[in-house]
C-alpha cells in the first residue's frame, strides 16, 4: 500500500520556471524524504526533512512540511530541462526504518 | 565509490518459471531493502534487511517471494512460480541506518527489469 499521494500527478511547465509539487499521507510520520526518478539516473534522493522541521532548503530546492495537515511541498526553483523526471514523497514512521512512497507527480520542462 | 548494484538488469522469463535477482549493496551499509515498481507507480516495499535479520517481510505479496542475506551483504529476491502479474521493475536499495530509527537516505539501484510471458 502507498501512504503517500503526490498531486498534480503531471505537470509540465517551461523552462526557467517554478514547480511545486504537493505530497499528503495518511497516518503519522518521523521523517519525509523526496526522490527523484528518471530513466538516466534511476531513483535519487534529494532531500529529508523531519517531523519536527517545517521548512528545508537544498540548492534549488525548497521542502515544507506541515504535520498537522499531513502534507509536504516541493519547489523547484528556476527548473532546467535536466529536471524532467518523477518526483516522490516517502515516509517512515516512529522506529520504523522503512519507507513507503507515494505514487509520483511526473514533472515535465518545455524548451 | 560503487554504488548499489543488481544483476541481471532485465529478466524475462516464462510463466511458471523459477527466477533470482540480486543485489549487491554499497560497502558497509547495514540496511538493505527491495521494492516492487509498476510501470507509473511508486515503488512499493517489499522487505527489509539490518545486516543478515530480514526485519519486515511485510509486503512480500504471496508465499511466492522470498528474500535472503545470509551474510550480511549481497542479497537474493527470489520468485517461485512466476506469474503474469509478478512483471515490474525490482528496486533494491541499501542504508546506512543501524537500527529502529529511520531517517537515513536510501541509495538504489539501477533495478531489475522482470517480464513475465
Known amino acids: 500500500s502507498q501512504q503517500g499521494e503526490e498531486d498534480p500527478q503531471a505537470l509540465s511547465i517551461q523552462e526557467g520556471e517554478n514547480a511545486t509539487m504537493n505530497c499528503s499521507y495518511k497516518t503519522s510520520i518521523n521523517n519525509l524524504q523526496w526522490y527523484r526518478q528518471n530513466s538516466g539516473r534511476g531513483l535519487v534522493h534529494l532531500i529529508l526533512?523531519?517531523?519536527?522541521?517545517r521548512e528545508k532548503h537544498s540548492g534549488r530546492l525548497r521542502v515544507t512540511l506541515d504535520t498537522s495537515k499531513k502534507s509536504s511541498s516541493l519547489l523547484i526553483t528556476a527548473s532546467r530541462a535536466a529536471d524532467t523526471a518523477s518526483y516522490f514523497c516517502?515516509?517512515?514512521?516512529?522506529?520504523?526504518?522503512?519507507?513507503?512512497f507515494g505514487k509520483g507527480t511526473r514533472l515535465h520542462i518545455l524548451p | 565509490g560503487a554504488g548499489v548494484s543488481q544483476s541481471p538488469r532485465y529478466k524475462v522469463a516464462k510463466r511458471g518459471q523459477d527466477v533470482a535477482l540480486r543485489c549487491d549493496p554499497i560497502?558497509?551499509?547495514?540496511?538493505l531493502f527491495w521494492y516492487q515498481q509498476a510501470l507509473g507507480q511508486g515503488p512499493e516495499f517489499l522487505t527489509y534487511f539490518q545486516n543478515e535479520a530480514q526485519l519486515d517481510k511485510s509486503g512480500l505479496p504471496s508465499d511466492r517471494f522470498f528474500a535472503e542475506r545470509p551474510e550480511g551483504s549481497v542479497s537474493t529476491l527470489k520468485i517461485q512460480r512466476t506469474q503474469q502479474e509478478d512483471s515490474a521493475v525490482y528496486l533494491c536499495?541499501?542504508?546506512?541506518?543501524?537500527?529502529?530509527?529511520?531517517?537515513?537516505?536510501?541509495?538504489f539501484g539501477p533495478g531489475t527489469r522482470l517480464t513475465v510471458t
Open positions: 536499495a541499501s542504508s546506512l541506518s543501524t537500527g529502529f530509527s529511520g531517517g537515513y537516505e536510501q541509495y
Open positions: 516517502a515516509t517512515d514512521a516512529w522506529r520504523d526504518d522503512k519507507i513507503i
Open positions: 526533512i523531519r517531523s519536527n522541521e
Open positions: 560497502s558497509g551499509h547495514v540496511s
